[in-house]
Each structure stands twice: as C-alpha cells, then as structure tokens.
DNA sequence: ATATATTATCGTAATATTGCAATGAAACAA
DNA sequence: TTGTTTCATTGCAATATTACGATAATATAT
C-alpha cells in the first residue's frame, strides 16, 4: 500500500498528520528554520545553507508551498520565500492543541 | 533514494523531524488522542476504536513505542498502553520551541 | 492437555518519498 | 541576439511506508 486510510478519520486528524508529515524531513525543519532567522530569502541562499542539490531544495520548497505555510514573491530572476504568517498560525493552533493535551493519570501504567 | 541524508543536519533538527514523522499518519495521531482521552488502553480497544485491522495497529503502536511516547505494560493476555508521561513532556518542549518562534517581519512578502 | 483470547511478527504487494542529473523557463546583462 | 543566472520540472533509481493475511507467541480458562 503505502497510502494512508484517511477516509477512516476526521478532518482534524488527518489536517494534524499533513502538518506533521511536511516537518518530518530534516531538510524542511532547517529551511523553515533559516526563514525565521532570516527576514528574506531566495532558494540559492538555502542550497548553500543547507548540503542538498538544487532540485532537492526546490522539491522540499514546493510542498512547503503547497501546505500554504511559505509563500514565494519572484523578484527579476529569484524567487523570494518567506514564512506565511497568518498559515503558520493558524498551523501551530491545530498543533498545539494537539500537543498541549492534558496528560491523564493513568491507573496501570 | 527514499533516505534522508540526516547527516548533514543538526541533531535538533533530525529529532523534531523524527517526532513530526510520528505524527504523520492519523492513525497514530487518533491512537494518541484516544490514549489521552481515557486512562488506560489495550491494543484491542484501538482495533475497534480506529477502523485498521489488527497487525497495522499493532504496527503503528510499535513506531509510537519506539520514540517513547507511549509504554506498554503486559497485563495478562492483554497490553496496557498509555501516554509516557515524561517523554511526552521533553518532546512536547522540543516542537513547542520550533513552532512558537517568532514571525519575523519580512520586507519582501 | 486443549481451547480461547490477545498481541506480535513475518512476508508481501502497492504506493510514497527522497535525491539528483538533465533539462526547461523566465528575467536580466552585455 | 547571445549568454548568464536563478529557480522549476521531468525522469529515474533507491529506499521507506502502509496495510493486511497468515502465523507465532503468550497467558488464561476449562
């Protein structure tokens, strides 16, 4: 298979694991990470920055873009990327809310 | 390739991106929302719980085991997992710091 | 001992992910 | 126009993930 059964949960979860899915690679940890450091930056800053190829980069670039949590401005022939505010926000809610559950007191562990 | 190069990354960064994989199937986020919602539970709750047949549950309870955040007591026939209270907590501090920082104010987007 | 119940493991098929070389597309410079 | 720079896309090989049937392993009950 290889292909999650997402029919059999509700929105909420599968938004959750979407999120989480797109920061479980190192290399989209650091680019999102180096976005916050940073105010502005294009795709050639973060193949250096970071040891991958440039399609690699871009690859990784694409489907932060598709989860709405960067967005990208061309300017002349770059392509400025920076964090979607409003996205990012509205992603860590859904996280946090997740993460920040209330740990019970378990009666046999 | 279908291998993260994770040498070329720092250890924060893979351990973020280790938990964030965890996370990215909801069958293993519903698992956790369920262990968190009651106090104990067997893995034959979560078979009929979650819509997946038995050795797949089985198989993501494993992955969760692996990281931690949950444990697992043998109570005769059957297996009391719970959350892993600690664990929960130093993971929990770890994507909290990634996620909460702050916006910069970009002069580009 | 035999049967039952519960969970783990193995094996396998289908699909997804990762990484990069090669190439394409678009804007700019000379 | 001809190059140059920068980023995106395509195509492919290697590996990982997901799901489940079959089966094993363990404890309990009769």
């Given amino acids: 298979m290889g292909l ?3 029919e059999m949960f509700t929105d909420e979860q599968n938004k959750i694991s979407l999120f989480a899915k797109v920061f479980g690679h190192p290399a989209r940890v650091a680019i999102l990470q180096h976005l916050f450091k940073i105010d502005a930056c294009i795709c050639g800053d973060l193949v ?4 991958l190829a440039q399609p690699t980069i871009s690859q990784h670039l694409k489907e932060l873009k598709n ?3 960067i ?5 002349g022939t770059s392509v ?3 964090i979607d505010k409003d996205n990012w926000s509205s992603m860590k809610d859904i996280m946090l809310k ?12």
């Fill in 80 to 82: 400025c990327y920076c």
């Fill in 48 to 51: 250096n920055e970071i040891g």
């Fill in 98 to 109: 997740f993460l920040d559950q209330d740990i019970p007191n378990t009666n046999c562990c």
């Fill in 4 to 6: 999650a059964k997402t």
């Fill in 71 to 75: 967005k990208g401005n061309v300017e």
């Fill in 67 to 69: 989860l709405g949590l």
